[in-house]
Structure formats: structure tokens, C-alpha cells
């Protein structure tokens, strides 16, 4: 999975990009999201998820605190949803976040979302007990990536 700018040659295809119906309370469009990039900019970051050549999602990344990289908007196109690319996706943010020398994700989930909640579990992110609105707060502390499994000191 690759994180891309969005810029002039694929802006319109992020723009097409959209979440089932019944996720649509879930996440703003990215159409919104793009605008939102442009108000707070520099602070936020629009990114196009690609899989090979695939547009497959969208993702808007936000830097307040040195220490953490905040997940403002993440999305999977509908169509290809479930074939673990939002799992690929959240690894390709945890690596930019690592490269950047930050400590920690940070994102806000609206309850009910059971789908992403699973994800961001399984992948490690932990409620912090906050609310912000009636969003739940969750953080993910990245540890430094540590050698392979099955790496002993002295291995060659
Ligand atoms: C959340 C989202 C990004 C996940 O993307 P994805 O590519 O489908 O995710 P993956 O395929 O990597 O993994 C999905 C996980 O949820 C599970 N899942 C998928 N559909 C599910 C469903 N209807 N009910 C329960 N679990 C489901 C999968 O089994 C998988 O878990 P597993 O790896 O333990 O099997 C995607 O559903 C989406 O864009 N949702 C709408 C936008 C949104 O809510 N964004 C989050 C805002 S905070």
C-alpha cells in the first residue's frame, strides 16, 4: 500500500472514491475532506491510498503535536472493501508516522462504527477513555520497529 499526494492528475478519481450508504454518518466525503485540507494546511495532509496502481482509498492526516500523527479521515472504496487494504492502509500510516519520528496514532471513531472499531483494535489502537463530542478517542502507541520474529542477537 502506498500513501500519494493528492494532486491535479488525481484529485477527481479521490472525489469519486465513496463508503457504502449505511457508512456514510461515519465518514465526511472526501470532496469535504479536501476542502478541509486546504483551510488547515499545512497542519492536515489529504493522501491517496494506492494498491499497485489502484486508487483504492483516501486518508487526511493531521500534525498538532510533534510526538503524534492524528488520523482525521481514513476510507476503503466500497468496492473493494473487506479485503484487508484498510489493514494495509493503517500499516502505510503507522510507517509514515515511525518515519517521522512520532510516538503515537490518534483518530476519533463515531460509536456505532463497528467495522472500523474491529480494525483499529485488532491493529493495536486502544480507547483513551476521552470523548471528543460524542466521538470516542483511540490511540495507537508505535513502538520502534523492533528486528524480525525469530531475530536473535548474533544472527546472521
Ligand atoms: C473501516 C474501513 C476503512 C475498513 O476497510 P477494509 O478495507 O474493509 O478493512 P479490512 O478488510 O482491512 O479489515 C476489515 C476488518 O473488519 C472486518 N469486517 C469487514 N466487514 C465487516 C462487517 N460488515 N462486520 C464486521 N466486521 C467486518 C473484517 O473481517 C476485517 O477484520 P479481520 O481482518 O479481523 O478479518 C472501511 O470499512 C471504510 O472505509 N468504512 C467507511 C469509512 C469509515 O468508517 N472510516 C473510519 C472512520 S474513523
Do not use: C
Not at 469519486?16 to 476542502?35: C, D, G, M, P, Y
Not at 491517496?48 to 492526516?61: I, M, N, P, Q
Not at 472504496?77 to 503515537?104: F, H, S, Y
Amino acid at each position: 500500500m502506498r500513501l500519494a499526494p493528492v494532486n491535479e492528475d488525481n484529485y477527481r478519481a479521490v472525489i469519486e472514491l465513496e463508503v457504502h450508504e449505511e457508512q456514510r454518518r461515519f465518514v465526511a466525503t472526501n470532496l469535504k475532506s479536501i476542502a478541509d485540507a486546504w483551510i488547515h494546511r499545512p497542519h492536515m495532509e489529504p493522501l491517496a491510498l494506492y494498491s499497485g496502481d489502484d486508487l483504492v482509498g483516501f486518508t487526511l492526516l493531521r500534525r498538532n503535536r510533534p510526538d503524534d500523527l492524528h488520523v482525521v479521515r481514513f476510507m476503503i472504496d466500497r468496492r473493494v472493501q473487506n479485503r484487508g487494504l484498510g489493514r494495509k492502509g493503517l500499516a502505510a500510516i503507522a510507517a509514515l508516522a515511525r518515519a517521522e519520528g512520532r510516538r503515537t496514532l490518534s483518530l476519533r471513531l463515531v460509536p456505532g462504527n463497528a467495522v472500523a472499531h474491529g480494525l483499529y483494535k485488532a491493529f493495536g489502537f486502544v480507547e483513551t477513555g476521552e470523548t471528543a463530542g460524542d466521538e470516542i478517542v483511540m490511540r495507537h502507541d508505535l513502538a520502534p520497529a523492533g528486528p524480525p520474529a525469530g531475530y536473535r542477537d548474533g544472527d546472521q
